[in-house]
């Protein structure tokens, strides 16, 4: 079940509560009419905490607490089909990334062509002798939008609409990195008791 951190979660420690082993990745929300309190899946949980978690915390272990007894084939199924998932999500968050890129790449051809056809056109009506009320709405006005426009949306592909992909990337290679400590609740403080060998 899980719990904000508190008093009983050392710093440093993140803690996922399950009442059963299925929870790390799949929750049957008819499970709520039993008294469970867990919407999303425990490795989903994980994640979403990674990523609101301030540079600054540094983690040092993650603990996942299984109700009742938990053996040491348990223990090291559970681990394991965690990193299995971070890296089968990281392979994903690379290809979403990849779409994103080759998106981007082909929206900026076309934002170049309309970024010079708007400037051509703004430029146009911006000569002298045309006349000024032409001047401010087709030469400094709907053109000029027009051409940033045309570059706006293909940048802000290749260049912001990646960062939350290559941040799941970098917390999902932290999580990887980390040990995952395997125990069952009420045991000793999390991490000083393990039953994953």
């Not at 607490?65 to 990281?90: H, T």
């Amino acid at each position: 079940m899980p719990k904000r951190r508190d008093q009983h979660e050392p710093r440093g420690v993140v803690v996922i509560r399950l009442d059963t082993p299925e929870e790390l990745f799949a929750v049957d929300p008819r499970s709520l009419l039993a008294g469970s309190r867990r919407l999303d899946s425990g490795v989903d949980e994980l994640v979403d905490r990674f990523l609101a978690m301030k540079k600054k915390v540094r983690t040092r272990r993650i603990v996942l607490e299984v109700a009742g007894e938990c053996s040491r084939e348990m223990a090291a199924c559970l681990e394991g089909s965690l990193r299995r998932y971070c890296e089968l999500r990281i392979e994903r968050a690379k290809r979403q990334g990849a779409v994103i890129w080759r998106s981007g790449m082909r929206a900026l051809v076309s934002g170049s062509l309309l970024f010079f056809v708007g400037v051509v056109l703004s430029f146009g009506f911006t000569r002298p002798g045309e006349d000024e009320f032409w001047q401010e709405l087709l030469g400094n006005g709907v053109f000029l939008v027009v051409a940033w426009v045309g570059l706006w949306y293909p940048l802000d592909l290749l260049f912001m609409a990646r960062q939350p992909v290559q941040r799941e990337i970098r917390v999902l290679t932290e999580v990887l990195q980390l040990p995952v400590v395997v125990q069952s609740q009420g045991a000793a403080a999390p991490g000083d008791a393990t039953v994953a060998p």
